[in-house]
């Protein structure tokens, strides 16, 4: 029997439109994984197998009438149990909304299901977003497929395993400083975080409203494109491709400075790989800073606590014992802010968005990896990086959170595997408007780069 | 207030509260506001050309 369960969106589509495959059959081939992996990987909160068997038939009905159908027609998605799915629980991965079921599907939900994806069910992710390893959830954590003893990365980091893992064949993640690309970096996966107010964040449980981001985790760009665009509102036709742009002659950033300092060597190693083979396909790779990078932590620091302590004070005097310890920590060290120090923070966020926006001038993508490090192993504090050990969050987050700031949009994409095997990503990230160009950019250089697995 | 005298009032309220294990955490977030007050962007009340905003980056040009 084919793997179907392993395959992109992309050669499944077209597997299903020549009969050669069925929605019905990849769905049961993903429910089986999930039912297999799920006690090694903790990667789903609840899993939504009748629901998603009957999609699957209606999806094989509808196209045997002959119905048009877009490209996600019948394929298996998982989406981040903070994303709204009508009479299924949304968790944000806590036990302080264990017994919440939503009324209504989340806009983003309501587009997959119209485009006739199948959704298999709720992936696991760190409590309320609010963390990169996915080791602090109120259900158990994540574990990477790649590497059991290791993080798969966060907040999305059940979307991630997922993904890498067969168990979907893409998921619906978010990124608030980084939980779409983190864990799509360290499980070797496609993550993909569009420009803010891109895709609706409506019924989806939020950190800070305006850092948060919902976008896709995928096998392939052209996957995440698929999805993006669904998530968009613009559901592609069932043979929509996206055309990769032209390497030769095209200008890069290679972002020098904050983004290159304290960045593990297996990790340098291979984005300077990708680099030499962009550049041998033609592309012009030149150094680039940012005169505010090291601004980025305090600034981001301001914004994401003071508005998710908003958010959280009521819980967090009504039902503190229902929060993991270190996520409920953080989120009270939000309620300690001054609005003097907030207000410095949104001035800040500009001055580092504009920055990043005249490193774009003139050049078709900003590039940098998108984690300094590989998958930490589980339950770590800290991680080596260079000469010294710094806290596991500090380090996942600080090459991805500068463009939840600027806005921008950003994907990661693997570029090849460290000397023990793990997962590595290239960070790429586009100007403002140009969703569209950075992913055409993005799918020339994934057919030049490595691949991760 | 100056951020000593926040780190002072916020390490004993956690204390207070019955939340020790906070006080790490607000050790690291005074660090982390000493360095946002010491960005070149913030204004004051006395600056000579008060009025311009603080924000010098030029505008962005179309990417190619």
Known sequence: ?453 | MTVDRWLTAALADAERRGLPELKPLLQGLASSITALRAADWNERADDAGASEPAAPVPPPQEPR
């Not at chain 1, 903790?42 to 009438?65: G, K, P, Q």
């Not at chain 1, 993904?163 to 893409?170: D, N, T």
Request: glycine letters at 12%; proline letters at 7%.
């Open chain 1, 1 to 453: 029997m084919s793997a179907w369960h392993d395959e992109t969106i992309d050669a499944l589509r077209g597997a299903m439109a020549r009969g050669e495959t069925t929605s019905v059959r990849v769905t049961e081939q993903c429910l089986a994984r999930i039912e297999a992996e799920q006690p090694r990987l903790n990667a789903f909160i609840t899993v939504t197998a009748d629901a998603a068997l009957a999609a699957a038939h209606a999806a094989d009905r509808a196209r045997a009438a002959g119905a048009a159908v877009s490209a996600l027609h019948g394929i298996p998605i998982s989406l981040k149990d903070l994303i709204d799915q009508a009479g299924v629980h949304t968790t944000a991965g806590s036990q302080v909304r264990r017994d919440v079921v939503a009324t209504t599907d989340a806009p983003v939900t309501a587009r997959l299901k119209a485009a006739g994806a199948v959704l298999v069910g709720k992936n696991n992710l760190h409590e309320f977003a609010f963390g990169t390893t996915s080791d602090d959830s109120g259900f158990g954590g994540v574990r990477n497929p790649v590497d059991p003893g290791r993080s798969a990365g966060g907040s999305s980091g059940g979307s991630a395993a997922a993904v890498r893992a067969g168990l979907s064949i893409a998921s619906i993640g978010t990124d608030t400083g980084g939980s779409i690309r983190i864990p799509a970096g360290v499980c070797g996966v496609v993550g993909f975080k569009p420009e803010w107010g891109d895709i609706p964040g409506d019924g989806v449980v939020p950190l800070s409203r305006q850092l948060d981001h919902v976008g896709p985790l995928a096998r392939s760009v052209t996957d995440a494109w698929l999805v993006h665009e669904t998530l968009a509102g613009r559901a592609p036709a069932a043979n929509a491709q996206l055309h990769a742009t032209p390497l030769q002659g095209l200008r890069f950033g290679l972002l020098d400075g904050y983004f290159a300092q304290r960045v593990a060597a297996d990790v340098r190693d291979r984005v300077a790989d990708a680099v030499a083979a962009l550049e041998r396909a033609g592309a012009i790779v030149e150094p680039v800073t940012l005169p505010h990078a090291a601004d980025v932590g305090p600034v981001y620091l301001q914004i994401v606590l003071g508005d998710a302590a908003a958010y959280h004070a009521a819980t967090l005097e009504s039902r503190p014992g229902d929060y993991t310890p270190p996520v409920r920590l953080r989120l009270e060290m939000g309620r300690y802010l001054l609005g003097e120090d907030y207000a410095r923070a949104l001035v800040g966020r500009e001055v580092i968005a504009r920055e990043i926006d005249a490193a774009l001038a003139g050049r078709a993508a900003l590039l940098c990896p998108t984690l300094p490090v590989t998958a930490p192993p589980v339950g770590a504090l800290t991680v080596p990086v260079g000469d010294g050990e710094e806290p596991v969050r500090n380090a996942m987050l600080r090459l991805t959170q500068p463009f939840n700031l600027g806005r921008q949009p950003a994907v990661s994409l693997p570029c090849g595997l460290s000397p023990a095997g793990l997962p590595v990503g290239l960070q790429l990230v586009g100007a403002r408007g140009g969703t569209q160009a950075l992913l055409q950019v993005a799918l020339a250089c994934e057919r030049v780069m490595a691949p991760a697995r």
